[in-house]
């Protein structure tokens, strides 16, 4: 089955405390990138990656960081979260920059208190 | 730079209803225009999309036309159900080049609620 994941789907953690959330596609696509949504904001895209080691920023990529060092994966790492990275992320991928359908992963709840 | 602005939320419908969510977008040269919709719970998925001017895109009984002339891709449908309950995301893809080409951009979402 064609799909994006996402782990963690929920976590909660400290300030300051380093994280990953995974992100992998199964439909050997070169574009993928990272969005967080927020109540009345929308989606807004981190960073964005349209191959392997290549990767760069999107809206709002402040406080973190990403990789691509193989085709169907694409993690989000906080060095360092704060509370205003509370949000909900979602990973998307799609078969190339441009116009194409994106697929989207379910979703990860991040809270930092 | 691109933005996307859809009608003001949440909305609630009775079943059977008639359904219309206004979206109005600024960009430069000749987006790709899309509805994603988000049940509660997971991700976002694609509805429909129209790539240039009078395209109409339709899926599930939605609807929705790209108007060059009045910058808008609102969604439509004609009876709705209690399972089109969601939130819904007008979006633009840049196809202009530069930086934000290929970047969806994306509305503020519409919460859909249909009663039955």
Same mark, same amino acid.
């Given at each position: ?113 | ?6 009608? &003001?939320?949440?909305?609630?419908? !009775? &079943? &059977? ?23 509660? $719970?997971? $991700?976002?998925?694609?509805?429909? @999309? ?5 395209? @109409?895109?339709?899926? @599930? ?6 108007? @060059?002339?009045?910058? !808008? ?5 004609? !009876?709705?159900?209690? !399972? ?13 080049? %530069? ?9 503020? %979402? ?7």
């Amino acid at each position: 089955e064609a799909q994006v994941t996402q782990n963690p789907r929920y976590l909660i953690t400290v300030t300051g405390k380093k994280l990953t959330v995974t992100c992998s596609q199964n439909m050997n696509h070169e574009y993928m990138s990272w969005y967080r949504q927020d109540p009345g904001l929308g989606l807004r895209q981190i960073y964005y990656s349209m191959n392997v080691e290549v990767t760069d920023k999107g809206d709002v990529p402040e406080g973190y960081k990403v990789s691509r060092k193989e085709k169907r994966n694409f993690p989000l790492i906080l060095e360092s979260p704060s509370p205003n990275q509370t949000s909900l992320y979602f990973c998307a991928s799609s078969l190339r920059r441009g116009g194409y359908e994106q697929y989207f992963g379910p979703g990860t709840r991040l809270t930092v208190t | 730079g691109d933005s996307v602005t859809q009608m &003001e939320g949440p909305v609630t419908l !009775s &079943e &059977e209803a008639f359904l219309t969510i206004n979206c109005t977008y600024t960009a430069t040269g000749y987006p790709s225009l899309f509805w994603y919709v988000q049940y509660p $719970g997971e $991700g976002l998925q694609l509805l429909l @999309k129209a790539t240039k001017a009078d395209d @109409k895109g339709s899926n @599930k009984g939605f609807e929705a036309t790209y108007r @060059k002339e009045t910058t !808008s891709f609102h969604l439509e449908k004609g !009876s709705v159900q209690v !399972s089109d309950s969601a939130v819904y995301f007008c979006a633009l893809s840049d196809n202009a080049g %530069g930086t934000s080409y290929g970047k969806l951009t994306f509305g503020q %979402g519409t919460i859909l609620t249909v009663h039955p």
